[in-house]
């Protein structure tokens, strides 16, 4: 065979392999990329790594001689908060569950408080209280309370606190001259078992924190306003 021939069919050769060489490099990218993707797609969804979810079982005694028992259940879907966990109560010298209510968040415990014949627990997201009540049924208030922005009536905000709509609309001038388009936030600072008093920080306006301090009544079911302080001033924007 002519030398020149033999030259043409190595090249040839050569070009084959290098072009097989280059389709199975550009396949295995490919691959990788769709395996990546679908990786981040099962993590966003909570399936991948593939863990067992983590799960909490406590119990806690409480003043009273009752417990709270607290049941947590990891949660890694899109926008995970951590765990999503229930709450109930055994009372003293008894075995009927109660259910309290849950909350979404990493493993913290709530507060719990026992007066007199009422029981009171603090979410941890400290937005919410649950009370049981002298009767022995549990309530719960949500510390939300109406502003510039409320669409609903004040009617829902009495709902959702108990407080009167005389003290709301107190609460909601806390908020005067606030700039267009700010929503106030509300957190429990503490709970006073001594005096029954619920210590609220609230951002009424960017350059104030207003204290709103609630009353529990004797029976557990209400709230009232007691008071507002304007204990502390901040900075625009701060």
Known sequence: MPKELKIKINKKSILKKILLTAVGLAGTLALLYVAMWVAVFWALLGIWPFAPLEQVNESHSIANGGRIVIEGKEDRGFGSQGFVFQAGYLPPDSLTYEPIG????????????????????LNPDRKRLHVRT?????????????DALSTFPISHYTALTSLSEQDLEKVRNEQNDAPDGYSPNAYIERFEPDN???????????????????????EGTRLELKRIERSQNRALGS
């Open 196 to 218: 029954k008093e619920l210590v609220i920080t609230y951002y009424a306006r960017p350059d104030r924190i207003s204290t709103l301090v609630l009353g529990l009544t004797d």
């Open 134 to 146: 002298r009767a022995g049924t549990w309530k719960w208030f949500q510390m939300k309370f109406p």
């Open 102 to 121: 849950g909350w979404i968040g990493q493993r913290a415990r709530p507060e719990v408080f026992s007066v007199e014949d009422l029981v009171v627990v």
